[in-house]
């Protein structure tokens, strides 16, 4: 079964700053994508950015970029320049096949 | 292109009672998922379409539950003899033939069971 950690519920950061949050996973596939999920406050989950485990090459999209580790099943977010509209819930995710599996989130707090 | 959209978006009721929501998916989106989520928690995987098929059900999905997509567009999810422990945010999300690993997610459903 797969499974996905977030160790950190909470964290906060300055506007304008950078931020990472962080994730790990544990699976047994060899092919299998990760997920960044945003949900901010009352709204719905929006698609940060996503890889695919056989590229080595780290995503990126605008201020958003992904440190990921295979060996160590590690799947960071970076957020850069960090905005007030960036404050939400950010949800790691992984997807084999159709099974799709959440860990339980990052509440992040942009401070003007 | 609308987005996924989920109604009601807010649903209050009795325990006992039986509560239906609907989804639509993104126009020409043939696959369907359906997931729970608790407070302070990620979304739990419930069940999905291939078009109208339904192709896999997450053990909790109890007999209780059933969904439906007669047509392979909309989709519905009834609960029924509605319990405490199913008042959630119930999400609706859809994914393209072409980019099958990237869904779009609904606004969801909250459930209140009283």
Known sequence: AQTVTQSQPEMSVQE??????????????NNYYLFWYKQ????????VIRQEAY???????????????????SFSLKISDSQLGDTAMYFCA??????????????????? | DTGVSQDPRHKITKRGQNVTFRCDPISEH???????????QGPEFLTYFQNEAQLEKSR???DRFSAER??????TLEIQRTEQGDSAMYLCASSSPEVTDTQYFGPGTRLTVL
Do not use: H
């Open chain 2, 70 to 75: 007669p047509k392979g567009s909309f989709s």
């Open chain 2, 30 to 40: 043939n696959r369907l998922y359906w997931y729970r989520q608790t407070l302070g």
């Open chain 2, 60 to 62: 909790l999905l109890s």
């Open chain 1, 16 to 29: 304008a700053e950078t931020v990472t949050l962080s994730c790990t996973y544990d699976t047994s596939e």
């Open chain 1, 55 to 73: 590229k080595q090459q780290n995503a990126t999209e605008n201020r958003f970029s992904v440190n990921f580790q295979k060996a160590a099943k």
């Open chain 1, 94 to 112: 992984s997807l084999y096949g159709q099974n799709f599996v959440f860990g339980p989130g990052t509440r992040l707090s942009v401070l003007p």
């Open chain 1, 40 to 47: 901010p406050p009352s709204r719905q989950m929006i698609l």
